[in-house]
Nanobody
Framework: QVQLVESGGGLVQAGDSLRLSCAIT????????LGWFRQAPGKEREFVAT????????YYGDSVKGRFTISRDNAKNTVYLQMNSLKPEDTAVYYC?????????????????????WGQGTQVTVSS
């Protein structure tokens, strides 16, 4: 059974950096496209970033573009989200997600419904 386990969340100050990790078990990372989403209290889940199966393509939400970087290490079965210049509005629970295959991935990667597996989430809190 495929499981995703996020780690690396915490409480930081505005302007700080944080790196989230998501380890996959019960599956091979190279078989999946991967995404990061976040959800703040009272808000809908928001797309943050995604990386395709080869790692050759990455896409970001407008609110994090230029500050966050998604990467993958297939040898370690882990996907990362490097978050720089954090802002209070980045405060949320961050979820990683894995996608086996979706025909329209390159046009619908921001849609949470296309992802097959989800982690339990890790809290990121940015104080001002």
């Amino acid at each position: 059974q495929v499981q995703l386990v996020e780690s690396g969340g915490g409480l930081v100050q505005a302007g700080d950096s944080l790196r989230l990790s998501c380890a996959i078990t019960g599956g091979t990372l190279s078989s999946y496209a991967l995404g990061w989403f976040r959800q703040a209290p009272g808000k809908e889940r928001e797309f943050v970033a995604t990386i395709n199966w080869s790692g050759g393509s990455t896409y970001y939400g407008d609110s994090v573009k230029g500050r966050f970087t998604i990467s993958r290490d297939n040898a370690k079965n882990t996907v990362y989200l490097q978050m720089n210049s954090l802002k209070p509005e980045d405060t949320a629970v961050y979820y990683c997600a894995a996608l086996i295959w979706f025909e329209n991935y390159y046009t619908e990667y921001m849609e949470s419904r296309i992802y097959d597996y989800w982690g339990q989430g890790t809290q990121v809190t940015v104080s001002s």
